[in-house]
């Protein structure tokens, strides 16, 4: 993959601009990301993004439906049963969210590392103190 020098002054017509447009919103990524796997109905959508309201999580896939990212199917089922799945146009978004996945356990790792950093530093800060019990120093 050919790599592409980024201009940090570029304007309207700026590509990282451009694809922050898409990725814009609030839990606008984690839905892609759902849908990287495949078809979802909105109900298995909901579920595996905790947290959504139900009318945001509407709003996000509309958006994206309207970018031409997602495609929406009906089926005429008693209550009515919705699927989205991404469009070709979709799909081109997943090294995006791949390039995102692996920063970020790059992220999820540092933080750990200071994680242990801090205890190890907090425990050897306090003498005599071997481990701390739910608040309370045990020697």
């Known amino acids: 993959m050919k790599a592409t020098k980024v201009d940090a002054s570029c304007g309207v017509s700026c590509p990282v ?24 109905r909105y109900s298995e959508l909901q579920r595996s993004l905790k947290g959504i309201s139900p009318r945001l999580l509407a709003a996000r896939l509309k958006a994206l439906e309207l970018q031409g990212l997602v495609t929406r199917t009906v089926f005429a089922t008693v209550p009515p049963t919705t699927e ?3 469009t070709p146009q ?7 969210v791949q390039a995102m996945a692996v920063y970020g356990q790059t992220l999820l790792l540092q933080d750990a590392r200071a994680k242990n950093a801090r205890v190890s530093n907090k425990a050897a800060a306090t003498p005599g103190v071997t481990r701390v019990r739910g608040g309370k120093q045990v020697l």
Do not use: E, S
């Open 84 to 86: 989205y799945a991404l």
């Open 17 to 40: 601009q451009r694809t922050a447009q898409v990725l814009d919103g609030k839990w606008t990524t984690l839905v892609l990301r759902d849908l990287l796997g495949g078809k979802k």
């Open 90 to 96: 979709g799909q081109h978004i997943m090294p995006v």
